[in-house]
């Protein structure tokens, strides 16, 4: 089942004062209160505040909500919407979020930011049934959020999509082919998959007033400029490339030909790190620092994030390809942190944009332990002024010139 919320026009002017006019604007607001409408409205309405603040002039064009799952969602988003109205609205349920440098944890609060539309344009839709048919629901829903760009003009010369997802729906990389399908390899894709607080029980994304579950949003957004989407991750590999040669959904049961867990230990103890990997079959060890690097055919790498279930399988929350290339990866806090600012150095390059929307990973947090707060400060300390927004996923979107684009213990980022 699809649905679709379409952005009004918009007056695109570039007069002398095109930067006053054009640039566009974010304000951030957060709320930790436990009732869940007043929640809404007090993010929101600070929010509004801060927008106002950094001088923005027009309409907001678009609200972001991250929350925990601690609230009555629908209430929630009502709370939200008395401030906001009917600005269109997209979000999701998180394992945690930041904002302009500060961390919220896990079962704390909620964040809203608020966007003018500068020299964007958006479009808005929603598809359901994920377990079902992700492909189908990929190319559903990208035809109608570039419908609802389209309904205000055609589309300008660069567009980018950003997608939430049902962080438990599985099917991510399907999702993925259907969007390329029809948007093709010059619309980058980001975003992440939602999460609930660490207890991998139901996730949830918001379009408009509605809560959906086994569902993705997705946000077109098309630009007269270019869009970039830019990852890093900080993992170094240990070892020499294997194949996976015996792999069942979730469980890795073979590498090159061998028990995958006497690969794995080996490569601990090769790398000089045993980590406890004790773990309750759903989450990863707070202790974890190793993953699995797929090797792409262009060399890159996609990190998929495992874990030592009570069974005794390696099991990953993404399920790896039969065949595919893969290293064992370390990871320190150090080279997390390091890569975060990476990030945000590359995709600021030569640039003053107007807000940082960035999806890290619930795995870097584990790694990064008491640490943890340092990457959203990392992060707003490399952008300077600008607002950071983000959240902590369950799995990262960042396809640009190819298919595959879905990673575990990752940092995308664009800047708009």
Known sequence: MLGTITGRSQVRRRPADADVVTRLRAGIGTSALDDAAAAGRAAAAAAAADLAARGAQGQPALVIVYTSV????????????????????????????????????????????????????FGVASGEGLRADAFEVGRAVARAARAAVESSGP?????????????????????????????????????GAAGDDRRMQETFVFCGDRVLTDATVAVWITSAEPLHVVTGHGWRPVGLPLLVTRVEESVVHEIAGRPAMDVYEEHLRYGGVMPDVESDGLQPSRRAVHALAVIEPSGAQLIRSIYLAPDGLIRSFTPLPHYAAVQVVSGVPDDLLAASKGVVDEVFAGREPGVLLAFSCLTRLEVLAERSHEEPARIQAAAGTTPTFGFYTLGEFARTTTVAGFHNATIAAIAL
């Open 70 to 121: 601690r609230y009555d969602l629908p209430v929630l988003l009502s709370g939200v919407r008395e401030v906001t109205g009917e600005t269109l609205l997209v979000g999701a349920t998180t394992a945690a979020h930041f904002q302009n440098g500060d961390l919220t944890p896990a079962r704390t609060g909620v964040s809203v930011m608020i966007m003018t539309s500068g020299s964007y344009r």
């Open 155 to 191: 589309a300008e010369s660069h567009n980018a999509l950003l997608l939430l997802t049902d962080g438990l729906a599985g099917h991510q990389q399907a999702l993925l082919n259907g969007i390329h399908r029809v948007a093709g390899a010059a619309v980058p894709v980001v975003g």
